[in-house]
C-alpha cells in the first residue's frame, strides 16, 4: 500500500512540474503584460512601465525568466503577486481555506443532498414525487452557475433579505460581536454560495446516483435480500447503495477540480475570497506568478483528489483492495 | 474574561459618545461604509495607481496644499494650506519655501520635517523605485531644506502649473519609515503594508479581498475629521457591490449606473448625485498603417474620410441612448471640469448627407452589398473594445448601425483589457473606443495626442496623430500664465484636432454617487469626490448601530485601560 502510495505521488509531482511549465509559458506568451494595463492614465507613460517591467525581471528572455522562477519555486519561493502586491504564498494561504471550506461544504452537501434525492426517487420510481424530483434535478442540472448565483443574491439578499450580500463576514461589525454571534455571522455568509454550489452538484449527484441504483436493483444479490424478507428501505441502504457507489466515487474525484475552479462565478457575485477568483482575476491582469501559483496548488489538488477516488474504490470495492 | 471586554467595549462606546459630541455643533462620530469594487494596487504615495488606492491614500497622507474646488492650476491661487501652513515665492518664481506647520505630527507622534518633503521628492524621482508620479514631476529640480520647518522646491524653469506639480502630486511620506527601505523593495515592504501619514485618518487594517478600514486621527494638527470610521468593502462584481449599498450594507456607492436609478429611487432613505468627472471617451482612429506604422493607415490616413465618418455618428443621440442623463456629448480630447475648455468648441455636425457627398468625391462607391469600396478596397474596419466595458460595447454597436448607414463596415472586437493595451501599444489596430481619465491639469494632451507621444516609442499617443499647428497651440496655451489667455489658447488647439478629427469625441460621463441620507456630504470633487470626506458628517439622531462602534484603536485603548494590570484582555 505505502509502495502504491509512493507511486502515485511521485506520478502527481511529475503532472504538477509539467502543468506548471506549460501554464508559465502559455501565460507569457499571451498577449500584454501586468504593466501594459497600467492604465488609461495618461501620465503614466511607456517609460516608468517599462522600468517597472525591469523591476520584475519580466525584461529578460522567457527562458531565463523560467530558469529564475524554477530556481526560486526550488526553494520554496512561488514568487511575488503584481496585483496584490504581496507574495503568493501569502495571497494564496489567504484564498485557499476559504476555497476549501466554501468546496468542503458544498460536496459533503451535494453528494449527501443528491444521494439522498437518488434514494427517495429509487424507493418511489415511478411515482410522482420521482418524475418531480427528476424534473428538479434536470432543472438545476442545466442551469448556469452565475444565472443561479444572481438569482440566489437578488433574491435572498435583497427581495428578502434574510442573507448579507458577499464576503466571507461582514467586515464593520464581525470584530464587535461575541464568540457565538462571529460564528452565526461566518455561517451566513457561508450559506448562499454553498447553497449555490450544492444545488448545482446535487443535481448531477441525485442523476448519476439514480441510474447506478437502478442499474444494481435486478442483481441477484438484491433479489435475494428480497427473499429474505428485508423491507425495500433496508435493501436499498444495506446492499443497493454501497454497489451503487462506485460511479459516486469517480464523481468526487472529478468534482473537485470542477468545484474548484467552477465556483469562480459564485466566488465572484458573492464577493468570496477564494482561490478560484484570485486566479481567474489574475490571467485578466497577467499576474504572472499567482496565476502559476495557484494552477500549482490547484494541480496538487486535483491529483490529491484522483488518489483520493481511487482510495475510496479500494475501500467501497474489495476485489481492487486485493489486486 | 468575556465581562472584562464587553466592559472595555462599552468605555469605548462611551468615550467615543463624549469626544463625539463636544468637538464640534454637528458632532463627530459614524461610520461610513463605501462599496467598492477591488482591493487598492497598494496604499504607497509614489507609485499608487488604483482609484481606491488614491483615495486611501489621500485620506492618511497629507499634501503642502490642496487644490481646491476650483481645480485651479495657475500660481498658487485657490490652493489652501495643507502641511505648509504658508509658502513663499522667490523672486524669479524659481523656488518656493514651503513652512511646514509645526503642530503637524505623524501617526505615530513624531513631527513632520521639512527633510519629509525632500525624501518624498528625491525618491518619487527615484529611477529605482518605477513611480508614475516622476515624469509629471519633471519640473522640479530638487528640494532644500535649510532649517526644519522650510522646504524650498527648485524648478528647472519657471513655468505657470510650477506650484501644482509641487504639491498636487506628492503626499508627504514620512522619512524615518520608509529611509531603510530600497525604494525596489518598497512594495514588499511591511511599511506599505501598515501606512503612517499624517492625514485626518489613521490606517487601522486591510483585509485583503474584504475591507480596509481607517480611523479618524482625534489628535490631527487640523483638527479631527468628523466620521469616526471609513470603511472601503470589496466587491469584484458590479451587482454585488451595487446591492451592498441598495441592501443597506453600505452607505456609499461611487459609480451608479442608468439601470441602477430607478431602484435607487424606490429607497426613501437613499439620495444620489451627479458630478462631472475628469474622464472622456473616443472611437480612436489609427492614422498609420497596423501593417506598417511607416505608411499612413489605408482607409483612416485621410483627414477628409475621417471627418466624413465622424459626421455619421449621431453623438448625442448615442451618448442618450448609452448612459441616458448621465454623459454628455465629449467636447474633444477635454473636459468640461478644467476652467480652460470652452463648452461651446465648435464641432463637426451629424449630417449624413455630407457624410456620403464626401465619401463619394473620395471615390468610396457603395457597392450592391450597400458596402463601399474603392480601388477593390472595401470601406470595412475593426473597432477594438474592452471586454469588461458594458457601456463601450453598446457605443460600438450604435456606432456600427450608424456608419453602416453611410457604407462603411465595422467589424467589433471585443479584447481582455491587457491584450486591448498591447494592441494600442503595438499601434496594430484600425480604431478603438478608448478613455482617458485625467487630472486637474490639461497638459496631459500634449503627451496624449501631441507628436512627440506618437513619435516617442513610449509614447501615449497611439493613434500617431501629428499635427504642429495642435502642438504648437497647445505648447502655447501651456505656457500662458493668464487663464483667459489660457482658455482662448486652449480653444484653438482643441479647435484645430477637433477639425482633423483623429478621434470621434464620444462621451463625457458624469459619475452619479449614491449614499444613505442620513450622510451630510459637502462639495464632490470632479478629480476626487472624497476629497472633502473629513468634513462629511452624521447628525446624532439618525445614527445606526454601526455608526455608534468605535475604531478598533479606539477600542483596544478602552480594553487595555478596562483591564486590571498586568493582565492582557486579548
Known amino acids: 500500500m505505502l509502495r502504491y502510495l509512493a507511486r502515485r505521488l511521485a506520478q502527481a509531482a511529475v503532472i504538477v512540474a509539467i502543468v506548471a511549465a506549460i501554464t508559465f509559458t502559455l501565460i507569457h506568451l499571451a498577449p500584454g503584460d501586468p504593466f501594459s494595463a497600467v492604465l488609461d492614465n495618461p501620465n503614466v507613460t511607456e517609460k516608468v512601465r517599462q522600468t517597472l517591467r525591469a523591476q520584475y525581471g519580466l525584461d529578460r528572455p522567457l527562458p531565463e525568466q523560467f530558469v529564475k522562477y524554477v530556481g526560486s519555486l526550488a526553494r520554496g519561493n512561488l514568487g511575488w503577486s503584481f496585483s496584490h502586491e504581496r507574495s503568493v504564498s501569502e495571497v494564496l494561504a489567504t484564498a485557499l481555506p476559504n476555497t476549501l471550506l466554501l468546496m468542503g461544504v458544498a460536496l459533503f452537501g451535494s453528494f449527501a443532498l443528491g444521494i439522498l434525492v437518488a434514494l427517495v426517487q429509487v424507493a418511489r420510481r415511478g411515482s410522482i414525487t420521482d418524475k418531480a424530483l427528476s424534473g428538479v434535478s434536470l432543472f438545476f442540472f442545466s442551469m448556469p452557475d452565475f444565472w443561479l448565483a444572481l438569482l440566489a443574491l437578488l433574491a435572498f439578499t435583497y427581495w428578502l433579505p434574510i442573507f448579507p450580500v458577499g464576503g466571507a463576514f461582514d467586515p464593520v461589525m464581525h470584530e464587535y460581536m461575541g464568540w457565538g454571534a462571529r460564528v452565526v455571522d461566518r455561517l451566513k455568509h457561508l450559506a448562499l454560495p454553498a447553497l449555490t454550489l450544492t444545488l448545482l452538484a446535487a443535481a448531477s449527484v441525485a442523476r448519476y446516483q439514480r441510474a447506478a441504483l437502478l442499474d444494481v436493483l435486478p442483481a441477484d444479490y438484491i433479489r435475494t435480500a428480497r427473499l429474505k424478507g428485508l423491507t425495500e428501505r433496508q435493501i436499498l441502504r444495506r446492499h443497493a447503495l454501497r454497489n451503487a457507489l462506485l460511479p459516486i466515487i469517480t464523481l468526487i474525484g472529478l468534482s473537485f477540480p470542477a468545484l474548484l475552479t467552477g465556483a469562480f462565478f459564485v466566488e465572484k457575485i458573492f464577493a468570496w475570497p477564494g482561490m478560484g477568483l484570485a486566479v481567474v482575476e489574475a490571467i485578466g491582469t497577467r499576474d504572472y506568478p499567482l496565476v502559476v501559483g495557484g494552477v500549482i496548488i490547484a494541480s496538487i489538488m486535483v491529483t490529491l483528489g484522483s488518489l483520493l477516488a481511487d482510495l475510496l474504490y479500494a475501500w467501497a470495492d474489495p476485489r481492487l483492495r486485493e489486486q | ?35 467598492t469594487g477591488g482591493d487598492p494596487d497598494n496604499v504607497i ?22 487644490i481646491g474646488d476650483s481645480l485651479n492650476t495657475l500660481g498658487d491661487k485657490g490652493f489652501t494650506p495643507r502641511l505648509a501652513d504658508r509658502w513663499t515665492w522667490a523672486k524669479d518664481s524659481l ?65 505657470p502649473q510650477q506650484f501644482y506639480d509641487a504639491v498636487y502630486q ?19 515592504s511591511d511599511a506599505a503594508r501598515h501606512p503612517i501619514g499624517s492625514g485626518p485618518y489613521r490606517f487601522v487594517r486591510w483585509i485583503p479581498r474584504t475591507a480596509l478600514e481607517l480611523a479618524a486621527d482625534t489628535a490631527n494638527y487640523r483638527g479631527r475629521p468628523r466620521l469616526n470610521r471609513l470603511i472601503w468593502v470589496f466587491s469584484p462584481e458590479f451587482n454585488t457591490a451595487v446591492t451592498k449599498f441598495l441592501g443597506g450594507e453600505a452607505d456609499f456607492f461611487e459609480q451608479l449606473r442608468p ?55 449621431d453623438r448625442p443621440a448615442l451618448v442618450r441612448s448609452v448612459f441616458d442623463t448621465l454623459a454628455l456629448p465629449a467636447l474633444g480630447p477635454t473636459v468640461r471640469s478644467y476652467p480652460t475648455t470652452d463648452p461651446n468648441l465648435p464641432q463637426i455636425p451629424f449630417d449624413t448627407t455630407r457624410s456620403r457627398q464626401i465619401l463619394d468625391s473620395l471615390g468610396w462607391r457603395v457597392g450592391s452589398d450597400g458596402i463601399r469600396s474603392r480601388n477593390g478596397r472595401p470601406l470595412r474596419f475593426t473597432l477594438s473594445i474592452p471586454g469588461t466595458s458594458k457601456a463601450r460595447l453598446q457605443i460600438g454597436v450604435l456606432m456600427q448601425e450608424q456608419l453602416r448607414r453611410v457604407g462603411a463596415k465595422v467589424d467589433i472586437e471585443q479584447l481582455d483589457f491587457p491584450v486591448l493595451m ?108 472624497w476629497a472633502h470626506i473629513p468634513e462629511w458628517w452624521i447628525p446624532a439622531d439618525k445614527r445606526i448601530p454601526r455608526d455608534n462602534a468605535p475604531a478598533l484603536s479606539q477600542r483596544a485603548a478602552a480594553d487595555s485601560s478596562a483591564a486590571p494590570a498586568g493582565q492582557k484582555t486579548r
Open chain 2, 170 to 188: 506628492l503626499p508627504i511620506m514620512p522619512e524615518h519609515i520608509w529611509k531603510s527601505i530600497p525604494p525596489s523593495s518598497w512594495r514588499a
Open chain 2, 422 to 529: 498591447e494592441k494600442d501599444r503595438k499601434r496594430a489596430f484600425d480604431m478603438v473606443l478608448g478613455q482617458w481619465n485625467t487630472q486637474p491639469s490639461p497638459g496631459a494632451v500634449r503627451g496624449s495626442w501631441g507628436t512627440a507621444g506618437s513619435r516617442a516609442t513610449s509614447g501615449n499617443n497611439y493613434g500617431s496623430y501629428e499635427n504642429p499647428v495642435f502642438d504648437a497651440r497647445i505648447d502655447s496655451a501651456l505656457a500662458a500664465y493668464d487663464l483667459a489667455t489660457r482658455k482662448t489658447l486652449f480653444t484653438r488647439a482643441y479647435e484645430t484636432i477637433i477639425q482633423d478629427a483623429p478621434a470621434i469625441w464620444l462621451a463625457e460621463p458624469l459619475t452619479t454617487v449614491g449614499y444613505h441620507s442620513r450622510l451630510q456630504l459637502g462639495t464632490l470633487r470632479p478629480d476626487a469626490w
Open chain 2, 259 to 313: 439601470e441602477n436609478l430607478p431602484e435607487v429611487a424606490k429607497h426613501p432613505e437613499l439620495r444620489t448625485e451627479q458630478y462631472h468627472s475628469l474622464a472622456y471617451q473616443f472611437a480612436l482612429m489609427n492614422l498609420r498603417d497596423p501593417a506598417n506604422n511607416a505608411r499612413p493607415h489605408p482607409i483612416f490616413g485621410n483627414r477628409e474620410l475621417r471627418r466624413a465618418l465622424t459626421m455619421a455618428v
Open chain 2, 45 to 66: 504615495p509614489a507609485l499608487v495607481q488604483s482609484i481606491q488606492g488614491a483615495q486611501v491614500i489621500d485620506m492618511v497622507y497629507d499634501r503642502l496644499a490642496d
Open chain 2, 1 to 35: 474574561m468575556a465581562a472584562m471586554r464587553h466592559a472595555g467595549l462599552l468605555c469605548a462606546l462611551l468615550l467615543c459618545a463624549c469626544t463625539g459630541t463636544e468637538s464640534s455643533g454637528k458632532g463627530s462620530g459614524g461610520t461610513l461604509v463605501i462599496s
Open chain 2, 95 to 159: 523656488s518656493i519655501a514651503f513652512h511646514i506647520n509645526p503642530n503637524a505630527k505623524w501617526h505615530d507622534g513624531v513631527p513632520v520635517r521639512s527633510t519629509d518633503v525632500r525624501f518624498t521628492v528625491a525618491s518619487t524621482k527615484d529611477s529605482t523605485l518605477g513611480s508614475p508620479t516622476a515624469p509629471v514631476i519633471a519640473s522640479v529640480d530638487s528640494v532644500s531644506t535649510p532649517d526644519s520647518a522650510t522646504a524650498v522646491f527648485w524648478f528647472h524653469a519657471r513655468n
